[in-house]
């Protein structure tokens, strides 16, 4: 790959102190690619070799890098010089990097910049964490309703510099309300002195500052579009979100999912960065939750402790289908979770997905039991492979449906499905599962013989 090799070649010349070649490097490797070497340097390394680098240049890799590398290259620079990079960020970058900082040092920045800008800063960093408003850009191009196509492209030559995308041209009225929105595409083919009123498209696909993030990323998934405006809530345009945006809400919401999954807490900033007290603080509680609830498990055991004394052979199997009960369950739920995240499944669907579900855990109960039941034979004889072929088709149905019906049950409770992790899951079946093995051998094994 291009980027391997230029990463190469510049990891040799900064060990030769090469400037020449560090710098030429430097400007051949892309902006995002760059960034990504630096996350793997240190905060001085990486400050010496930006500076190498044009202010606006050095603005755009710095708005890839992830917010702890960016707050510890803020610590670095002064306050001019930090203003001079913030003056140089895209507006949803910038505001994002604000609310990184201590008070004193947002108040120096905001003292540096100009008027419009300062409180474009203001309000696009005042909005709350998670919404549409607090990834929104206020870099876009808008053109009056009255316009002729002739004047709305001579507007975009003038905004394009600044603004994120021109792909997509909103077009406003009197009171600054969307009135319709066009492609560039639209006005290139248009004639000159036609009316962008006559060619904008009147049904516009907007959403309010409130809305969270990850609905954001849907409706521009939905839509296929290039970007979202975003409204005040009165069809006032103050924003929108491009679609590289909602993939960034993408990726960080699937990686939330993924940790909660893994019964993980939330990690602000990147794992490389956390320390160690945090990564211990997000894990701990789940671990120590779930091993108070496995008790349970063991307080079934002892109840079942004569039945398990006078048929040792019943404890070769017990691993085998605690294990099978929890998989069966994770996978359920994993589906489920999925399903409901994507909007692919929704509440009134449980019924329906319920009895599918009972039907493919019996295949699978069937099919497992079978597999089993052999091995039971040999071991302990025909009663054990009964137990044994028994509990697995008991213990895979009921994990299955554990593990299908808790991401419902959560959901209804406004809880987070995602919650309902492989860890609770596995946990929850093993104390059925336990109940579910030693009931079945007990009963068959010491039923009085004719």
Known sequence: MKYDHLAASLRSAMAREDQTAIGKLLHDMQDADLADFLSNEDA???????????????????????????????????????????????????ADLFNLLSTGRQQAILRSLAQEEREDLRRL????????????????????????????????????????????????????????????????????????????????????????????????????????????????????????????????????????????????????????????????????????????SGAGIAYYEDTIATYVVLVFFFPLLMASGGNAGAQAATLMVRGLATGDVHLRDWGKLLGKELLVAGALGLTMSAAIASIGAVRGGSDVALVVALSMFVIVILGSLIGMCLPFILNRLKLDPATASAPLVTTIADVTGVIVYFSIATAILTMPTA
Do not use: C
């Open 44 to 94: 001085d390394t990486t400050l010496a070799l930006l500076n190498q680098l044009p202010l606006n240049e050095r603005a755009d890799v710095f708005g890839y890098l992830d917010a702890d590398a960016q707050l510890a290259l803020s610590r670095l620079l002064d306050d001019r010089e930090l203003a001079q990079l913030v003056d140089q960020m895209d507006a949803d970058e910038r």
């Open 125 to 296: 960093s005042s909005y709350a964490e998670g919404t549409a408003g607090a990834i929104m850009t206020s870099d876009y191009v808008v053109v009056p309703a009255d316009a002729s196509v002739d004047d709305a492209l001579q507007i975009i030559r003038t905004s394009a510099p600044d603004a994120e995308t021109i792909y997509q041209i909103y077009v406003l009225d009197e009171q600054q309300r969307i009135a319709g929105v066009l492609s560039l595409r639209d006005l290139i083919l248009a004639a000159p002195q036609k009316a962008v009123s006559k060619i904008m498209a009147q049904e516009v696909i907007s959403t309010p500052v409130e809305t969270p993030q990850e609905e954001v990323a849907k409706l521009i998934a939905r839509y296929d579009l290039l970007a979202l405006p975003i409204t005040n809530g009165g069809d006032r345009l103050v924003g929108i979100v491009t679609y590289d945006d909602a993939m960034d809400v993408v990726e960080e919401e699937t990686t939330e999912d993924i940790h909660k999954g893994g019964t993980i807490g939330k990690l602000d900033g990147s794992l490389r960065g956390a320390s160690l007290f945090t990564l211990y603080r997000k894990r701990v509680g789940w671990l120590v939750l779930l091993a108070f609830a496995n008790i349970i």
